[in-house]
């Protein structure tokens, strides 16, 4: 007999997640072309005179790329488990309402502007991408909303539409400039995660983590809106406020993983699901599952994109594709026979 | 006592006016089944009574208050909403669809307290739907699946309960297993009752009030066998119906141009 989730069962679940997730970010933190030992890094941090390599590479390379890592991929499966419930489509990601292009069209016109100076060490890039990103999901929430307010399609055409429109913009202006530089922005188009200012960290950390504990909060709710917004407001959900605030957090959480890493994909379509195929769908288990399972997959995605053609290294939006695809497939087949959503 | 009061109710869509100045008052603990042909406003009427939809004039009163008064909270704790067949995209089980009518009780952390168990415990029982309560949602059958939605309403602890065509895709014998659950609960509980049917002859049964409404506008409210008649179904719904008695109960068939005994009815019709 299935229980019913208990508050025990699931700070039982989430304390194993979390160790999970710091054994796997010490064991990546180790792994890399230079080779460290963690005697030598925890013996002393060096001095003026004599830097020790090992804790130099441990303490600014190592560790702020796997936080790094781990923050977007919290972020980013977060997201996706709210964009499922609010579209009641187990294909949204979260960039299915135009997040990709937007944060496309905001890095190119950063290259072609030509501009140069840095805000909180991100790049013109960066800081582009991050209002592309949120201008884009509040338009397409907009238009969404003028179709009718419990239209899910509507917002769907609506962010179809817009990303196919910038798209078309960002061509253009490829075509247009034809400048070198257009590469980097392709490049960081395709997810990229590098070293790290230790304030970006923090800071990127603060608004997951504060985002993630309130949709914790509101997770019961959106157990309710699964059911549809009618059910959900007859069973006294107050949905425009629910769906408001999930959203907003959501397409705020994407931007900054935006913002911070480029576009990282699959994160935010596999990692709901596989949490919610194991797991089940309640949101008060799979949204914090899915978080801690999300920075555990994109740290280890990440350690490969940097271990596996060392010393070069892959956009982890590559390693996340090529591994997360066929591990998703694998787990859909074995679970299908308890679980269909998609055939009914 | 009333404890539902509609006065003047009018509502259009941008197309089309599907309800005119509709008044009438329900009883606390009545049976009430709105009938009439397809397109009429039986579904937007039950919107309306849920504050799904607001009014273009007229107004909807429950227990007194105009429904536009109480907030979405209040509301949930006075109706409770059975919608046509619906399948959730993530496969809750039986217990937690259930358990999710409680959330707005739930206390901190976003947890059922003891009472909600037992509130929920109970629903389960009382629609026969214990036995399945671990089984996902996905694997049941739709007579099953309504049942458990009914347990939800009825977990919702609500005077009033609606319910859109609950039998519309079940067989003849789940049919008449929601009907029954349906009358216990109102005999036992209490519960004001409103079901949008196309089953005249299930209505006939079970239902002590009848909103009969017509594609013009017109229509009929009153005690089932003064509205359920031969006259009045074949004038709103358009069809030549006979009707027959068992004991005291009235059933009704209707009988299209082309049925094999289409011919030997000739134009007559009513009580056979």
Redesign the interface.
Known sequence: ??Q????RKLFFQIALAFAVLMIVMFACSLQGTQHISLKSVFASSGTPNSINPDYEIFVHVRLPRIILACIVGAALAGAGVVFQ?LL???LADPYILGISSGAGLGSIIAVVSGFSWTLWGRSPIAVFAFIGAIGTIWLVWFIGRLTGKANVTGLLLAGVVVNAFFSAVIMFLISVTQSSKVYSTIFWLMGNISEEDIFVLWTGAGFIIAGTVAL??I???L??I???L??A???????SRIQLAAFAIAALTTSIAVCLSGLIGFVGLIVPHGV?LVF???H?QLLPLSTITGAIFLVVADTLARTIIAPAQLPVGIITAIVGGPFFLLLLIKSSH????FN? | MNIIEVHNLSFRYSQAEVLRNISFKIKTGTFLAVVGPNGVGKSTLLNLL?A?LKPDTGSVKIDGKTIGSYS??K???K???V?QE????????V???V???R??H?GQ????TETD?DIVNEALEVTDTAQF??R?L?NLSAGERQRVFIARALA?QTPILLLDEPTSFLDLKHQVNIYDLLKTTQLKQGKTIIAVTHDINLAAQYCDTILLLASDGRYCYGDAREVLTVEKITDVFGVRIFSGKIRDESFFIPIGKSAKDSEKFGTTQGNI
Do not use: C, H
Not at chain 1, 4 to 7: F, H, I, Y
Not at chain 2, 109 to 112: K, M, P, Q, R, S
């Open positions: 007999m299935k019913l989730l208990t508050k419930v009641r489509n187990p914790f909060y997770s019961p709710q157990n309710a699964s059911f549809g009618d059910d407001r007859s069973m006294g959900i107050n949905t919610r089940g769908p309640d008060r308890k679980t269909s959503w009914k | 849920s799904g979405t909270k509301l949930a704790g109706i409770a909403v919608r619906f399948i959730p995209i993530f496969s809750f089980s217990i937690e669809t358990m999710i009518s959330t707005t739930y952390l976003g947890f059922e168990r309560a671990s996902l996905s919702q």
